[in-house]
């Protein structure tokens, strides 16, 4: 058996740019790291992770649509996963599967790290009560943002991530359709999915604190949309989460090989790739 295998799971799979990311970190640092992109639906998932294992699979990152069911999947998962009832890598331990999420420390990295901009005390507000808004919110919460109120589209969703971080004094949440009635916020996060499907999520432009930071969780065309809304209501930096992506996958590679790559080479290189926002 050589080195182990890598692979990143989901569906669909083929544009995912982590294989690049994790080919960059490997030829970095100079370690022998085998990944692969592996189509897998959630039906499929079980029996596609059982077969990687088998054929010397000892890590994997896991993407949309299977982060929750690979959660169910672990032997054993960390508190930031438990919380997040996420797993975005899976780490091979003995005959089973051990479960982290590096999503909210890779949004965190990239916002205070990369872009030196602070979240501490910051008045939040997060779109979207999905996958990945419950892995960030945690995330924004430990980093010492101030208060943090969450809309969603479907409200009931909002309410039940409110009850499950359950800090009533510092999280509530607002339906979205009043968003209109409610502004002064320094950091506004969108983890909506909207932008794939190209939809706007018609937001009021008062909803910005003097100097906010908006951020979007995608990245390429479906961050556009955001980006140019976020501008437009005079946000002080609109970002998109290409450095989360690259954040992200880098926690994931320390994780597995213990050693942390340095993320500007490829985050330069990804930045160049990808189309430009056509509304700057
Ligand atoms: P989910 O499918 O779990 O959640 C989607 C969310 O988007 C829900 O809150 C949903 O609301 C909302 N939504 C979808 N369409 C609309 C719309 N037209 N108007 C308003 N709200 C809408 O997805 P994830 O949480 O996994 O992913 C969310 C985003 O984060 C994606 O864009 C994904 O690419 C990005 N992401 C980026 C990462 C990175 O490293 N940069 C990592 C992880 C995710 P409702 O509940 O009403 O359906």
């Known amino acids: 058996r050589g080195p ?5 799971f989901g569906q669909p799979i083929a544009h ?8 960059a970190f490997a030829r970095q640092l100079s370690i022998a790291h085998d990944y692969r992109p592996i189509e897998a639906s959630t039906e499929e ?29 672990c032997l054993s998962i960390s508190e930031t996963a438990r919380r997040a009832d996420s797993v975005n890598t899976l780490v091979r331990r003995g005959e089973g599967w ?15 790290g990369r872009q030196r901009l602070y979240v501490r005390g910051r008045r939040t507000l ?21 208060e943090l109120t969450i809309a969603n589209r479907t409200a009931e969703r909002a309410d039940a991530l409110a009850d499950a971080i359950g800090q009533p004094e510092r999280v509530h949440t607002r339906y979205w ?21 190209n ?14 930071i908006c951020y979007d969780l995608s990245y390429g065309k479906a961050s556009f949309g955001f ?7 005079g946000a002080g930096h609109a970002l998109d989460g290409l450095g989360m992506l690259v954040e992200q996958a880098a926690e994931a590679f320390e994780i597995w090989h213990g050693k942390r790559p340095e993320t500007d080479a490829i985050y330069a290189e990804l930045r160049a790739y990808l189309p430009g926002d056509a509304e700057d």
């Open 126 to 146: 997060l779109l979207g009560a999905g996958g990945a808004a419950r892995a960030v919110a945690f995330a924004l919460l430990d980093a010492g943002i101030g």
């Open 177 to 197: 359709t009043d968003l209109g009635q409610w502004g002064g916020f320094d950091l506004v996060v969108n983890a909506t999915s909207a932008g794939h499907a």
């Open 199 to 212: 939809m706007s999520l018609a937001l009021p432009t008062s909803l910005l604190a003097s100097r906010a």
């Open 98 to 112: 051990h479960g982290e999420s590096t999503d909210g420390a890779g949004l965190i990295r990239d916002i205070t």
């Open 45 to 73: 998932f079980v029996g596609a992770l059982a077969a990687f294992a088998e054929s010397g699979g000892v890590g994997a990152n896991v993407t949309l649509p299977l982060k929750q069911h690979a959660a169910r999947l």
């Open 4 to 8: 182990g295998r890598y692979a990143v």
């Open 16 to 23: 995912s740019l982590s294989p690049r990311i994790h080919a």
């Open 227 to 233: 980006l140019a809304w976020a501008r437009s209501a």
